[in-house]
């Protein structure tokens, strides 16, 4: 499984980088890591919309989603530029809130 840390994560070159959230609609509006919504029940019909010329960091709440997501694209569709955010929004929000 290739995961990233946060603070890995935050570093990367924004130009180099998209980033997928793949939890639900609703939980993509009451906040998100500047990133596109692409729910899990979609995201392996929509493959189409992950580029594959940069990084692709993809998370969930927890990290749980996300890890079967990133294995289904890398099984299935042979994608290998996929990665799981460790610990999910949930973490991204602890660092967050650390740092202030």
Do not use: H, W
């Not at 993509?28 to 493959?47: C, F, H, K, R, V």
């Not at 960091?57 to 990133?70: D, L």
Request: glycine fraction near 4%; proline fraction near 1%.
């Amino acid at each position: 499984m290739q995961e990233i840390s946060i603070k890995d994560f935050l570093k990367i070159d924004k130009n180099n980088l998209q980033v997928i959230d793949v939890r639900e609609q609703y939980e993509y509006e009451n906040g998100n890591i500047d990133a596109i919504n692409i729910p899990m029940d979609e995201i392996l019909q929509s493959t189409n919309r992950i580029q594959r010329n940069k990084q692709v960091v993809i998370y969930c709440q927890s990290g749980r989603r996300a890890a079967a997501v990133v294995y289904m694209l890398k099984k299935e569709f042979n994608i290998e530029n996929v990665f799981n955010l460790s610990g999910g929004y949930t973490a991204y929000l602890e660092l967050i809130s650390n740092q202030s």
